[in-house]
């Protein structure tokens, strides 16, 4: 049995948020706490806890959200300056919500992926 998350609630529209693509396989909504001027969360409908937690049957949505990632780079009109495409997973990837999410972010350049190991 997976866990309902804040995101299973907006996806079932119980929670606001700022919705900027829904079909019957994703939902892509505007993170409350954004780290650039566009920052997008990406979810597959189905709960999905955590990369781990990825199946077989689960490959055809997990690609789409690279699809629905990149036509929405291009509606925030930063496809071409570029962006950068995130999932957090588990502690040491810092995730806090555990339904896969894919984190668009742009619209500014970002500077380095990671701070420096050591
Ligand atoms: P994670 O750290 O799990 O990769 O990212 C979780 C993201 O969800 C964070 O960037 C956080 O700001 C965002 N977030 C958490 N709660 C809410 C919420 O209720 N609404 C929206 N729109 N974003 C949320």
């Not at 119980?14 to 919705?19: G, K, N, S």
């Not at 955590?50 to 689960?58: L, S």
Request: net charge negative; hydrophobic share 40%; charged share 20%.
């Amino acid at each position: 049995m997976v866990q309902e998350t804040i995101f299973s609630k907006i996806i079932a529209k119980e929670l606001p948020a700022d919705i900027v693509y829904q079909d019957e396989r994703v939902t892509a909504f505007r993170d409350i706490d954004p780290k650039a001027p566009t920052h997008i969360l990406i979810i597959p409908n189905k709960i999905i806890p955590t990369v781990n937690d990825i199946e077989a049957e689960d490959e055809a949505v997990v690609g789409y959200l690279f699809s629905v990632a990149r036509k929405l780079a291009k509606q925030e009109g930063i496809a071409e300056n570029g962006y950068r495409l995130i999932i957090n997973c588990n502690q040491h990837g810092g995730q806090e919500v555990f339904h896969l999410h894919l984190h668009l972010v742009g619209g500014q350049p970002l500077g380095p992926m990671l701070s420096s190991h050591g």
